[in-house]
Each structure stands twice: as C-alpha cells, then as structure tokens.
C-alpha cells in the first residue's frame, strides 16, 4: 500500500515539476518565490 502512495506522490510531483517549467517559460517575469508557492499549491490541493 505504501509503496503505491509513493508511486502517485512521484507522478504528481513530475508532473508539478513539468508544470513549474512550462511557467516559467510562459511567464518570465515570475519570481522563484511566486513560482514555489504555485508548485506547493498544486502539490497539496
């Protein structure tokens, strides 16, 4: 059961990850700050 917790965390975190890139490439006016608080939010909803 664990071990398919930490299966599902590290996809989401890889795709979070994926997400953060695309951002900032999108939007290079973004902050480190502001571009960790979008990638924590979406790690924790």
Known sequence: ????????NSKKLLDVLKY???ESERNA????????QK???K???
């Open 39 to 41: 990638m924590i939010y």
């Open 1 to 8: 059961m664990a071990k398919k917790d930490g299966e599902l």
């Open 43 to 45: 790690l924790t909803k």
């Open 20 to 22: 953060s890139f695309e």
């Open 29 to 36: 006016q973004i902050t480190p700050k502001e571009l960790i």
